[in-house]
Antibody, heavy 120, light 110 residues
Protein backbone atom coordinates (compact mmCIF):
# COMPACT_ATOMS: atom_id res chain seq x y z
CA UNK A 1 0.00 0.00 0.00
CA UNK A 2 1.27 3.43 -0.95
CA UNK A 3 1.51 5.46 2.22
CA UNK A 4 2.93 8.62 3.74
CA UNK A 5 3.07 8.98 7.52
CA UNK A 6 4.02 12.28 9.11
CA UNK A 7 5.34 12.70 12.65
CA UNK A 8 7.08 15.23 14.85
CA UNK A 9 4.34 17.77 15.39
CA UNK A 10 3.39 19.19 18.75
CA UNK A 11 3.09 22.28 20.91
CA UNK A 12 6.10 24.60 20.76
CA UNK A 13 6.80 28.11 22.02
CA UNK A 14 7.35 31.00 19.61
CA UNK A 15 10.96 31.24 18.50
CA UNK A 16 11.69 27.57 19.12
CA UNK A 17 12.36 24.79 16.61
CA UNK A 18 10.68 21.60 15.50
CA UNK A 19 11.57 18.88 13.01
CA UNK A 20 8.87 17.08 11.06
CA UNK A 21 9.39 13.70 9.42
CA UNK A 22 7.48 11.87 6.72
CA UNK A 23 7.97 8.13 6.23
CA UNK A 24 7.15 6.80 2.76
CA UNK A 25 6.25 3.25 1.82
CA UNK A 26 4.75 1.31 -1.08
CA UNK A 27 6.54 3.19 -3.87
CA UNK A 28 10.07 3.92 -5.07
CA UNK A 29 10.69 7.02 -2.95
CA UNK A 30 13.77 8.25 -4.77
CA UNK A 31 11.89 8.43 -8.08
CA UNK A 32 9.69 11.32 -6.93
CA UNK A 33 9.79 14.93 -5.83
CA UNK A 34 8.20 15.51 -2.44
CA UNK A 35 6.52 18.53 -0.89
CA UNK A 36 5.16 19.93 2.35
CA UNK A 37 1.75 21.61 2.38
CA UNK A 38 0.11 23.12 5.46
CA UNK A 39 -3.40 24.05 6.49
CA UNK A 40 -4.10 26.41 9.37
CA UNK A 41 -7.18 25.57 11.44
CA UNK A 42 -10.29 26.37 9.42
CA UNK A 43 -8.24 27.77 6.54
CA UNK A 44 -7.13 26.71 3.07
CA UNK A 45 -4.13 24.83 1.77
CA UNK A 46 -0.77 26.58 1.60
CA UNK A 47 2.25 25.21 -0.23
CA UNK A 48 5.31 25.31 2.04
CA UNK A 49 8.27 23.67 0.35
CA UNK A 50 9.33 21.12 -2.25
CA UNK A 51 12.40 19.02 -3.03
CA UNK A 52 13.36 17.12 -6.17
CA UNK A 53 14.14 13.41 -6.18
CA UNK A 54 17.88 13.99 -5.77
CA UNK A 55 17.68 17.13 -3.59
CA UNK A 56 19.11 19.11 -6.49
CA UNK A 57 16.15 21.49 -6.66
CA UNK A 58 14.55 22.99 -3.57
CA UNK A 59 11.95 25.71 -3.15
CA UNK A 60 10.23 27.53 -0.32
CA UNK A 61 7.22 29.75 0.13
CA UNK A 62 8.18 33.32 0.94
CA UNK A 63 6.47 32.96 4.32
CA UNK A 64 8.97 30.31 5.49
CA UNK A 65 12.10 31.05 3.46
CA UNK A 66 15.12 31.45 5.70
CA UNK A 67 13.40 29.72 8.64
CA UNK A 68 12.44 26.28 7.29
CA UNK A 69 14.72 23.69 5.64
CA UNK A 70 13.48 20.74 3.63
CA UNK A 71 15.59 17.63 3.18
CA UNK A 72 15.26 13.96 2.33
CA UNK A 73 17.09 10.70 2.96
CA UNK A 74 16.39 8.34 0.08
CA UNK A 75 18.11 5.47 1.88
CA UNK A 76 15.55 5.82 4.67
CA UNK A 77 12.58 6.66 2.44
CA UNK A 78 12.06 9.77 4.50
CA UNK A 79 11.30 13.45 4.03
CA UNK A 80 12.01 16.11 6.64
CA UNK A 81 11.13 19.71 7.46
CA UNK A 82 13.32 21.55 9.93
CA UNK A 83 11.36 24.51 11.26
CA UNK A 84 13.24 27.23 13.13
CA UNK A 85 12.14 30.57 14.60
CA UNK A 86 8.57 29.39 14.72
CA UNK A 87 5.76 31.93 14.81
CA UNK A 88 2.12 31.78 15.83
CA UNK A 89 1.15 31.96 12.16
CA UNK A 90 2.99 28.69 11.51
CA UNK A 91 0.30 26.88 13.51
CA UNK A 92 -1.18 24.39 11.08
CA UNK A 93 -1.63 20.78 10.07
CA UNK A 94 1.41 19.89 8.00
CA UNK A 95 0.99 17.38 5.18
CA UNK A 96 3.70 15.72 3.17
CA UNK A 97 2.70 14.99 -0.42
CA UNK A 98 4.14 13.02 -3.32
CA UNK A 99 4.33 14.69 -6.70
CA UNK A 100 2.64 12.84 -9.56
CA UNK A 101 5.19 11.49 -12.04
CA UNK A 102 5.22 13.62 -15.17
CA UNK A 103 3.31 16.55 -13.72
CA UNK A 104 5.07 19.42 -11.96
CA UNK A 105 1.98 20.37 -10.01
CA UNK A 106 -0.21 17.41 -9.04
CA UNK A 107 0.11 15.73 -5.65
CA UNK A 108 -1.34 12.24 -5.91
CA UNK A 109 -0.50 10.87 -2.48
CA UNK A 110 -0.94 12.72 0.83
CA UNK A 111 -0.25 11.78 4.41
CA UNK A 112 -2.78 12.37 7.17
CA UNK A 113 -0.80 15.29 8.52
CA UNK A 114 0.93 16.24 11.76
CA UNK A 115 -0.29 19.20 13.82
CA UNK A 116 2.05 21.98 14.81
CA UNK A 117 0.85 24.49 17.39
CA UNK A 118 3.01 27.51 18.14
CA UNK A 119 1.94 29.17 21.37
CA UNK A 120 3.36 30.38 24.63
CA UNK B 1 2.91 34.23 -4.94
CA UNK B 2 -0.72 35.18 -4.30
CA UNK B 3 -3.35 32.50 -3.87
CA UNK B 4 -5.53 31.70 -6.84
CA UNK B 5 -9.06 33.09 -6.55
CA UNK B 6 -12.00 30.74 -6.09
CA UNK B 7 -15.60 31.46 -5.06
CA UNK B 8 -16.10 30.84 -1.35
CA UNK B 9 -19.12 28.63 -1.91
CA UNK B 10 -21.12 26.92 -4.61
CA UNK B 11 -24.28 24.90 -4.14
CA UNK B 12 -26.55 22.73 -6.20
CA UNK B 13 -29.29 20.13 -5.95
CA UNK B 14 -28.68 16.42 -6.46
CA UNK B 15 -28.36 15.59 -10.14
CA UNK B 16 -27.49 19.13 -11.16
CA UNK B 17 -24.15 20.34 -12.52
CA UNK B 18 -22.01 22.95 -10.85
CA UNK B 19 -18.84 24.72 -11.91
CA UNK B 20 -16.07 26.08 -9.71
CA UNK B 21 -13.75 28.71 -11.13
CA UNK B 22 -10.09 29.27 -10.33
CA UNK B 23 -8.58 32.56 -11.48
CA UNK B 24 -4.88 33.27 -11.60
CA UNK B 25 -2.49 35.16 -13.83
CA UNK B 26 -0.35 34.59 -16.89
CA UNK B 27 2.44 33.53 -14.51
CA UNK B 28 0.50 30.53 -13.27
CA UNK B 29 -2.89 29.33 -14.58
CA UNK B 30 -2.67 31.16 -17.89
CA UNK B 31 0.92 30.28 -18.59
CA UNK B 32 0.90 26.51 -18.25
CA UNK B 33 -1.39 23.54 -18.77
CA UNK B 34 -0.67 22.39 -15.24
CA UNK B 35 -3.74 22.97 -13.11
CA UNK B 36 -4.87 20.43 -10.53
CA UNK B 37 -8.02 20.11 -8.44
CA UNK B 38 -8.37 18.54 -4.99
CA UNK B 39 -11.38 17.42 -2.96
CA UNK B 40 -11.17 17.58 0.83
CA UNK B 41 -13.77 16.18 3.17
CA UNK B 42 -13.77 17.42 6.80
CA UNK B 43 -10.92 15.94 8.81
CA UNK B 44 -9.44 14.22 5.79
CA UNK B 45 -6.41 14.77 3.59
CA UNK B 46 -6.94 16.30 0.15
CA UNK B 47 -7.59 13.94 -2.76
CA UNK B 48 -6.38 14.60 -6.30
CA UNK B 49 -9.37 14.81 -8.65
CA UNK B 50 -7.94 16.45 -11.80
CA UNK B 51 -4.39 17.02 -13.02
CA UNK B 52 -2.91 18.81 -16.02
CA UNK B 53 -6.13 20.85 -16.45
CA UNK B 54 -8.41 18.05 -17.56
CA UNK B 55 -7.00 14.61 -16.77
CA UNK B 56 -8.58 12.32 -14.19
CA UNK B 57 -6.50 9.91 -12.10
CA UNK B 58 -7.60 6.31 -12.14
CA UNK B 59 -10.58 5.78 -9.85
CA UNK B 60 -11.97 9.31 -10.01
CA UNK B 61 -15.53 9.49 -11.29
CA UNK B 62 -16.05 10.82 -14.81
CA UNK B 63 -18.63 13.18 -13.29
CA UNK B 64 -15.62 15.40 -12.55
CA UNK B 65 -14.13 17.33 -15.45
CA UNK B 66 -11.69 20.21 -15.82
CA UNK B 67 -11.03 22.92 -18.37
CA UNK B 68 -9.18 26.18 -18.80
CA UNK B 69 -9.62 29.43 -20.68
CA UNK B 70 -7.01 32.13 -20.40
CA UNK B 71 -6.16 32.76 -16.75
CA UNK B 72 -9.20 30.90 -15.42
CA UNK B 73 -9.52 27.18 -14.86
CA UNK B 74 -12.77 25.43 -14.03
CA UNK B 75 -13.92 22.24 -12.35
CA UNK B 76 -17.34 20.93 -13.28
CA UNK B 77 -19.18 18.33 -11.25
CA UNK B 78 -22.08 16.81 -13.14
CA UNK B 79 -24.84 14.67 -11.66
CA UNK B 80 -24.17 16.17 -8.23
CA UNK B 81 -24.33 13.65 -5.38
CA UNK B 82 -24.45 14.02 -1.61
CA UNK B 83 -20.91 12.58 -1.34
CA UNK B 84 -19.59 15.47 -3.43
CA UNK B 85 -20.21 17.87 -0.56
CA UNK B 86 -16.68 18.93 0.41
CA UNK B 87 -14.10 21.66 0.01
CA UNK B 88 -12.38 21.95 -3.35
CA UNK B 89 -9.01 23.53 -4.08
CA UNK B 90 -7.25 24.28 -7.33
CA UNK B 91 -3.49 24.53 -7.72
CA UNK B 92 -1.20 25.58 -10.52
CA UNK B 93 2.41 25.36 -11.61
CA UNK B 94 4.02 28.79 -11.50
CA UNK B 95 6.81 30.62 -13.29
CA UNK B 96 8.72 30.80 -10.01
CA UNK B 97 8.47 27.01 -9.60
CA UNK B 98 6.75 27.61 -6.26
CA UNK B 99 3.43 25.98 -5.54
CA UNK B 100 0.21 27.92 -5.25
CA UNK B 101 -3.25 26.81 -4.20
CA UNK B 102 -6.61 28.42 -4.65
CA UNK B 103 -8.55 30.01 -1.82
CA UNK B 104 -10.91 27.04 -1.68
CA UNK B 105 -14.60 26.51 -2.43
CA UNK B 106 -17.14 24.86 -0.19
CA UNK B 107 -19.59 22.80 -2.22
CA UNK B 108 -23.00 22.25 -0.65
CA UNK B 109 -25.49 19.73 -1.95
CA UNK B 110 -28.95 21.11 -1.20
Amino acid sequence: EVQLVESGGGLVQPGRSLRLSCAASGFTFDDYAMHWVRQAPGKGLEWVSGISWNSGSIGYADSVKGRFTISRDNAKNSLYLQMNSLRAEDTALYYCAKLWMGSPDAFDIWGQGTMVTVSS
Amino acid sequence: QSALTQPASVSGSPGQSITISCTGTSSDVGGYNYVSWYQQHPGKAPKLMIYDVSNRPSGVSNRFSGSKSGNTASLTISGLQAEDEADYYCSSYTSSSKGVFGTGTKVTVL
